[in-house]
């Protein structure tokens, strides 16, 4: 075992994951195990049918309600009939193979640490400084307004630009509906900062997390919330776990064809002053395959500021948060280590 390996200071290019290592590394290993605190539990995971929400009357009233129950409970929902067709799902996870089979020397292209930087490909959270590391490798990139951005994307796989450009148009029209139905079932106007939504940001996180030999021992990424609005997730084999806050079990999220994952962000719950809770997961690993997952995360522009609503502030609820924007969360990812358990949403309580 080299020094590098006792140490655990990995770098991009020459991790554990990237080298397809037979064992766990200790800096790899989390605690407790994994195994002993996850559960399936399907009828815990609610399921929003979208065609329910685009009628009118009655039946999307009570869809309007189930949404936001699901939103108070879990922060967490599953969407189909969506509208999204499968060829687009199929082709944007296609894409995201096609680059990370891509020679190491072709990734590298796009390396970087910075997390401010619009496009990177790097591996775990914050490479050579964080005290436990994860398995995974990630690319992220800008995607809106997506004729901005996507010339900064990769080229070197083929048709990855227009295959997930495609499915980033689609999946963020699904997202901006959402947002407008979130809104609505707190009570408030579906338009409240709709053009702010409209303008804001869409950041693309695609994720692979290769076989793991002792899948128990490590972790794809650590329980986290996520800062945005809401993140939409497609995943091509079960990995995600959300924390049900009333019971501390984890719930195994599974894998159903053409379904997408919907999780409340942390500024959600600044907008809802608490009503909304951002769901806090984690990414779990196998031993026999690559999962690939593609997050697409939309909030407001990088420097405008998400405050909970005044229509949800009165003596009896004083506001319970202080505002933040993307550039905000930045700042927060690049001085902490949210693998030991920091969360942004913990630094706008008042």
């Not at 794809?220 to 497609?234: E, K, M, Q």
């Not at 609503?309 to 905000?328: G, H, I, M, T, W």
Request: hydrophobic letters at 35%; aromatic letters at 8%; charged letters at 25%.
């Amino acid at each position: 075992m080299s020094g590098d390996e006792k140490s655990c200071s990995f770098m991009i290019g020459n991790t554990a994951q990237e080298k397809g290592f037979d064992y766990v590394p200790e800096c790899y290993v989390v605690s407790p195990p994994r195994a002993l605190s996850s559960v399936i539990a399907k009828d815990r995971v609610p399921t929003i049918d979208m065609t329910r929400l685009r009628r009118n009357g009655i039946e999307r009233s009570v869809a309007v309600k189930e949404l936001g129950e699901a939103c108070r409970r879990r922060g967490f929902f599953q969407v189909v009939n969506h509208g999204i067709c499968q060829s687009v799902l199929d082709e944007a996870l296609s894409a995201a193979s096609g680059f990370f089979d891509l020679p190491a020397r072709e990734k590298l292209k796009f390396k970087s640490s910075d997390v401010y930087k619009p496009v990177r490909y790097a591996t775990s959270l914050k490479d050579g400084v964080d005290k436990v590391q994860f398995w995974r490798v990630f690319l992220k990139h800008y995607a809106h307004p997506l004729e901005a951005w996507i010339d900064s994307w990769p080229d070197n796989s083929p048709r990855y630009r227009e295959k997930m450009g495609k499915y980033c148009a689609e999946v963020r029209k699904l997202a901006l509906e959402l947002m407008g139905t979130v809104t609505e079932s707190l009570g408030i106007c579906p338009n409240h900062l709709s053009q702010e939504i409209e303008d804001g940001m869409q950041v693309i996180a695609v994720n692979c997390y290769p076989p793991c030999p002792e899948p128990d021992k490590a972790l794809g990424l650590p329980p986290h919330s996520d800062y945005a609005c809401l993140t939409i997730v497609l995943q091509s084999s079960t990995g995600l776990e959300i924390l049900d806050a009333e019971d501390g079990n984890w719930i195994v999220i599974p894998e159903i064809h053409g379904t997408l994952q919907v999780h409340v962000g942390d500024h959600f719950e600044v907008l809802s002053n608490g009503t909304y809770k951002s769901v806090v997961h984690r990414a779990a690993l196998n031993s026999e395959r690559t999962r690939i997952s593609i997050a697409s995360f939309h909030s407001l522009g990088m420097d405008d500021k998400m405050e909970t609503a005044k229509e949800l502030v009165d003596e009896q609820n004083p506001r319970r948060y202080k505002e933040s924007s993307f550039r905000d969360f930045l700042d927060f990812l690049a001085t902490n280590d949210i693998a030991e358990g920091k969360r942004f949403i913990d630094t706008l309580r008042t």
